[in-house]
Structure formats: C-alpha cells, structure tokens
C-alpha cells in the first residue's frame, strides 16, 4: 500500500510526539513563571525531545493532581509556591535532603512518586557563582515558606555562624523554625548581619512597588540576594544599589535549580557551563 510523504510526515510526527516526555511546574498563579523558558533550553541543548507545561490550580485539587497529571503522560513536576509543603504528604518517598529541609520542588514519577528539593543545591550554586563566603557569616533569612526552609538549611550546612528567620510574625516563625533565633521584620534592621536573603514574594510582577524591608532597615548589610527574578531589580535590589550593597536576584537559582531538576528527571549529570551559558543568555532578556 502507498503512503503519501505528507501522511508517511504525520505519522512520523506523531510517533516522535508519542515518546515526547512532559514536565510541568505547579502552582497557585503561574504567569510570571519563565521556567518552560528555562527547561526548553535545556531540552534543546541536551537534544532531548520533552515539553514543559504551568499548571495552575487551587488548594483542593493538590489531593490528586499526581495522579492526573501522571494518567496525562507527564513524567515529573516542579512545585512551586505555595504547596512545597503540602504536596509532601501525597508522594510515597521523598530524599534525605528534602525531609531534612521539610519542603520539596521536584518531583519524579518512577513509577512511584518520589520528591526532591533542588532549591538547596540552586541557592548553593548561587552563593558560589557570585563569590559569597558563608562559613562564619551572619545570616538573615526573610520569609518562613519552602523556599525559605531550603535557603536556612543551606546556610547552617556550610557552616554560618547564625540564621535568623525574620518573619511578620516572629512567634509563628518560631513554632516553624524553633532551631533558629526569629525576628519580627518590621523590628529587623539588617546592620551587622553579612548575608540577607529575601525569600518572600513581596516585590515580585505585577506588585513591584513593593519591598520587604525598608530602605533604612537594609543599611549596613554586606549582601543581599532576592530569590524573585522578576522584575530583574526588585525595590529591596534598588535599595541596595543606593546603599552601595553588593546583591544578585534569584535568576542563576532559578536555573540552577532547573538544572538540578533535569539531573533528576533525566539521570544524568549536567555540566556547570550549560547553566552558565543559560544564565549568560537569559539575565538581560527579563
């Protein structure tokens, strides 16, 4: 029987299409995300045929939307604000890293659900790109989510002398963290403290007007580092610029963290200059 080249093209796209492997990132609001961005470059430069997709949903679906997404063909997840804590009690195992952190970003379908947290090893690998020494530092960590949880672990893990947890309610922070000392953050004043880290989504798109600390709270810090990467200098950024603060927002974690991810999916080990050519591409597109 003869085929037409287009039909014999067709058949030949839905096959590739058949075996094409799906992530996603979930989350409660997604349209700021530039992570499909980031995985696409990825994909493309490992020469791996998947798609990444945003999925969007509410507090209710969480119950079941591992196995939803897993019945639609997607063979891994990003998690993403606010259910890195929640969706832990639906996964089956979860790495020594993530229970310690007690949060998880990633997640493998093998077939079982297992999860992962690559915000840790992101955020390590950004301290180094940038030079930031940590061991004996002062730390401050803005913000008590998932997020925040990851940053906290890494920063006692390579030996700083302290992590405060400054929080708007210090007492709640407390009960979350009761290993670390905790502050109310409108009573913080960063002087004194080597290393701020904001973890909180204040000042992110569309709400960029905003900043979690005061100009005047940030004076005296050594550097400062916002995990949001859009927009690109958030109002705590701009604050440190005019104080002369070396800082960095949180674009390199971002696909640090990616990468990490792939790593897991994948089962392969990622070569740093990938990240760095991705970083290199993408820090003045945003």
């Given at each position: 029987?003869?085929?037409?080249?287009?039909?014999?093209k067709?058949?030949?796209?839905?096959?590739?299409?058949?075996?094409?492997?799906?992530?996603?990132?979930?989350?409660?609001?997604?349209s700021?995300?530039?992570?499909?961005?980031?995985?696409?470059?990825?994909f493309d430069?490992?020469?791996?045929?998947?798609?990444?997709?945003?999925?969007?949903l509410?507090?209710d679906?969480?119950?079941?939307?591992?196995g939803?997404?897993?019945?639609?063909?997607?063979?891994?997840?990003?998690?993403?604000?606010?259910?890195?804590?929640?969706?832990?009690?639906?996964?089956?195992?979860?790495?020594?890293?993530?229970?310690?952190?007690?949060?998880?970003n990633?997640?493998?379908?093998?077939p079982?659900?297992?999860?992962?947290?690559?915000?840790y090893?992101?955020?390590?690998m950004?301290?180094?790109y940038?030079g930031?020494?940590?061991?004996g530092?002062?730390?401050?960590v803005?913000?008590?989510?998932?997020?925040?949880?990851?940053?906290?672990?890494?920063?006692?893990?390579?030996?700083?002398?302290?992590v405060?947890?400054?929080?708007r309610d210090a007492?709640?922070a407390?009960?979350?963290?009761?290993?670390?000392?905790?502050a109310?953050?409108?009573?913080?004043?960063?002087?004194?403290y080597?290393i701020v880290?904001?973890?909180?989504?204040?000042?992110?798109?569309p709400?960029i007007?905003?900043?979690?600390l005061?100009?005047?709270?940030?004076?005296?810090?050594?550097?400062?580092?916002?995990?949001?990467?859009?927009?690109?200098?958030?109002m705590?950024?701009?604050?440190?610029?005019?104080?002369?603060?070396p800082?960095?927002?949180?674009?390199?974690?971002?696909i640090?963290?990616?990468?990490?991810?792939?790593?897991i999916?994948q089962?392969?080990?990622?070569?740093?200059?990938i990240?760095?050519?991705?970083?290199?591409?993408?820090k003045?597109?945003?």
């Amino acid at each position: 029987m003869h085929y037409s080249k287009e039909y014999q093209k067709k058949q030949i796209k839905h096959q590739k299409d058949s075996n094409r492997k799906k992530y996603a990132l979930i989350g409660e609001k997604l349209s700021h995300s530039i992570s499909p961005k980031i995985h696409n470059i990825i994909f493309d430069k490992l020469g791996i045929s998947s798609a990444y997709d945003l999925v969007e949903l509410p507090l209710d679906e969480i119950p079941d939307i591992l196995g939803s997404l897993k019945a639609k063909g997607y063979s891994g997840l990003n998690v993403t604000i606010p259910y890195k804590t929640e969706i832990m009690k639906y996964l089956d195992e979860i790495s020594y890293e993530a229970l310690k952190i007690g949060a998880i970003n990633t997640i493998k379908f093998q077939p079982k659900f297992k999860g992962y947290n690559t915000d840790y090893s992101g955020f390590k690998m950004s301290l180094e790109y940038y030079g930031i020494e940590v061991k004996g530092k002062k730390s401050a960590v803005l913000g008590s989510g998932g997020s925040s949880r990851a940053v906290a672990t890494c920063l006692l893990d390579n030996d700083a002398q302290s992590v405060v947890i400054v929080s708007r309610d210090a007492n709640m922070a407390k009960m979350k963290y009761p290993e670390h000392e905790t502050a109310n953050i409108k009573d913080f004043n960063a002087d004194g403290y080597d290393i701020v880290i904001n973890c909180t989504p204040v000042g992110m798109y569309p709400k960029i007007d905003f900043s979690p600390l005061k100009k005047e709270q940030l004076k005296g810090a050594g550097f400062v580092m916002d995990l949001i990467y859009n927009p690109k200098t958030t109002m705590l950024l701009k604050y440190a610029e005019e104080l002369d603060i070396p800082c960095a927002n949180g674009l390199y974690m971002l696909i640090a963290q990616a990468i990490c991810a792939q790593e897991i999916w994948q089962g392969i080990k990622i070569d740093n200059e990938i990240l760095n050519e991705i970083y290199k591409g993408m820090k003045d597109e945003i």
